[in-house]
């Protein structure tokens, strides 16, 4: 499983720029310590890996636990102040312009109250490093993160516990063992998460129970979004998208015209946008059906977060794409 990760999204985005190296698992959780984020004045050139928005406010995570804030839709990026990690951070979720989490290597979870200026711990387990690749918080009480092999995990009461859930094996396995890549909601409230192997989980139940969705796919699926009322779509390695109108019961390829891989899916109310690898920045105005490039970069794209006005900010293995 270590080398399926490596090689469907750490080999092609993360290795040239960072020596990761996912220690084995079987050590007990350790006890929380509070290394700190790097700081400096290159923070806003390093790659950053997802961002969100916090009411007015843009929030970027990334590389040496980077976290960034724009307060004029990303025309200049600033580091927060107080960030106890100083490894990769890989996804941010916020409930409302204040409570945000973001994860990332060595198990972290971390939380700010106040829209991203200072973050405070609330699990590592760097024993292990079974590093968490996506969290969604619903609320600011209930939320989920999830990574590599089949680590998922549940909060009801903000983050200050987080319990472990245990999902079902897949096809007759004797465990569960899918690197799980992204968690996201439906318009109808169901939980998705897109996984590797062209896997998708559904939960029908708030996330006490867990079922799987086969896309007919084998590629890596790194990200996903709801497009539609039971419209969803998940794209990953290769520019593999697919797209379900029936909330994941049966799905269809779509041709998004890059064989670049995507790297993240957001829907808005101007149509639905995809970042990829190779540069582009696509958007579909029918839901997904059909793909039009409306921007490109020269380096790869990791991460896109809308900006007013309709248009999107994007990130590269540099920061903020200029």
Known sequence: ?????????????????????????????SAPSAPSARSGPHA??????????????????????????????????????????????????????????????????VHTADGGETWKLQREDSAVDQPLLTVYFRDAQHGWAAGLWSLLLATSDGGKTWRQVDLPAQDGGKRADLNLLKIF??????????????????????GASWHYLATGSKASLWSGTAAGN??????????????????????????TGT????????????????????????????????????GAAGEPLTAIVARTGGAYLRYSRRGVVK
């Open 44 to 109: 806003a050139q390093a790659m950053m890996l997802d961002a969100a928005r916090a009411g007015n406010r843009i929030v970027a995570v990334g590389e040496h636990g980077h976290v960034l804030l724009s307060d004029d839709d990303g025309a200049t990026q600033r580091q927060a102040r107080a960030v106890p990690a100083d490894m990769t951070l890989t996804s941010v979720s916020f409930a409302d312009e204040k409570n945000g989490w973001a994860v990332g290597h060595g198990g972290v979870i």
């Open 185 to 206: 909601p439906s318009q109808g409230g169901q939980l998705y998460i897109a996984a590797e192997r062209g896997m998708v989980l559904r939960s029908k139940d708030d």
């Open 230 to 255: 039971h419209t969803l779509l998940v794209a990953g390695l290769g520019g593999r998208m697919l797209r379900s109108v029936d909330d994941g019961a049966s799905w269809s390829v779509v041709d």
């Open 1 to 29: 499983m270590k080398q399926t990760l490596k090689q469907a999204w750490l080999t092609p985005l993360l290795t040239p720029l960072l020596a990761i190296v996912l220690a084995p698992a079987g050590a007990a959780p």
């Open 259 to 294: 064989a670049g891989s995507i790297t993240q899916l957001k829907a808005d109310a101007q149509g639905v946008w995809a970042s990829s690898l190779d540069g582009r920045l696509l958007r579909s105005a029918d839901d997904g059906r059909s793909w039009q490039t409306v």
